[in-house]
């Protein structure tokens, strides 16, 4: 059993139809599918991908007008990155970056790759990480923006960091559960604190990194908009979905046990520090129940839920993304 990497991120909003505009019209990517809480069927769930919804490619968003801001610390999902291909894409986004007025960084080395921080509408702290012809976990399909040059296009997640007060816990369930590696660390670039720490999983490299931040002196974190609400891993089949969920009964690990979402099959825990993780299947997908040339453009409800969809309907607030 081994972990391909990063699933998807899921992160809070209380704007979706300003969400929709930045990470379409700002950041250029697709819409793969417009849905349902399925915990909280009055909240539409969008997910942001490449140009097919690879596994790997996902920002996720669960709506809820009126939220209040998020107060980061400790506990936390702290930076999210996106993947582009260069050094020249950042200068690219960092120049288009100054003509929307997106607030965000100097472009600055990282755990030996090129990066550029930003923030969304919503104070989601966001970074840019360049490839450069790194290997490891290969980046998904550009898609097709009017006025994004598709070689600067974001093409998958990089790295997830999570700022933690102990770090131990969080690595024991890292290294003893979910076969994660050591593979080096950087200094924090926010004084004189411990260098983060990267571990790796499945192939390797952008796609399939956990950065641990120690941060004993912040407090810790509030939830609310703009903040990480989960991040989720990938796992190729249900085979050994079905394994996972034995291994986290084995390590006595409270958990969701197994969650049917349709799209994909998933199981949900919280690590020592508290921050929820996810082990999602690669499989179905999301072209499963819309073709792949128009994913994204109907609300889209999993079987279980179609038969109410008249009644969830009348209940969702109409949203105009256009």
Avoid: C
């Amino acid at each position: 059993m081994e972990l391909l990497g990063l699933h998807h991120v899921s992160i809070l909003t209380g704007k979706a139809e300003r969400n929709y505009e930045f990470y379409t019209k700002i950041l250029g990517m697709r819409l793969v599918k417009k849905t349902v809480n399925q915990d909280n069927t009055e909240s539409y769930h969008l997910f942001y991908a490449d140009a097919e919804g690879t596994p790997g490619t996902e920002v996720t968003f669960f709506d809820i007008p009126g939220l209040g801001h998020t107060y980061h610390g400790t506990s936390d999902i702290s930076i999210v990155s996106l993947r582009v291909k260069s050094t020249d894409s950042l200068l690219y986004w960092k120049d288009r970056f100054d003509r929307f007025r997106i607030a965000h960084g100097d472009i600055e080395q990282r755990a030996n790759r090129d990066t550029l921080d930003f923030q969304d509408f919503e104070g989601t702290s966001l970074r840019l990480v360049a490839d450069n012809g790194e290997q490891g976990v290969r980046a998904g399909v550009p898609w097709k923006q009017a006025d994004i040059p598709l070689e600067h296009a974001i093409v998958g997640l990089g790295p997830v960091t999570l700022t933690v007060s102990i770090s131990e816990p969080t690595i024991d369930v890292l290294t003893k559960v979910m076969g994660f590696r050591y593979v080096g660390s950087y200094p924090s670039g926010t004084g004189n604190h411990p260098d983060i720490m990267v571990y790796a999983t499945g192939e390797g490299g952008s796609g399939a990194e956990v950065h641990i931040e120690t941060r004993p002196d912040l407090p810790k974190a509030r939830l609310g908009r703009g903040g990480v609400h989960h991040v989720a891993f990938r796992v190729p089949n249900e085979t050994e979905y079905d394994l996972w969920a034995d291994r986290l009964k084995e390590h006595r690990l409270p958990n969701s046990g197994k969650v049917e979402r349709y799209y994909f099959k998933a199981l949900y825990f919280r690590e020592p520090n508290g921050i929820l993780f996810e082990l999602s299947t690669d499989t179905p997908g999301f072209a499963t129940d819309e073709p792949m040339e128009t994913m994204g453009q109907a609300l889209a409800l999993p079987p279980f839920l179609e038969p109410r969809r008249k009644e969830i309907e009348e209940k969702l607030r109409p949203l105009n993304l256009e």
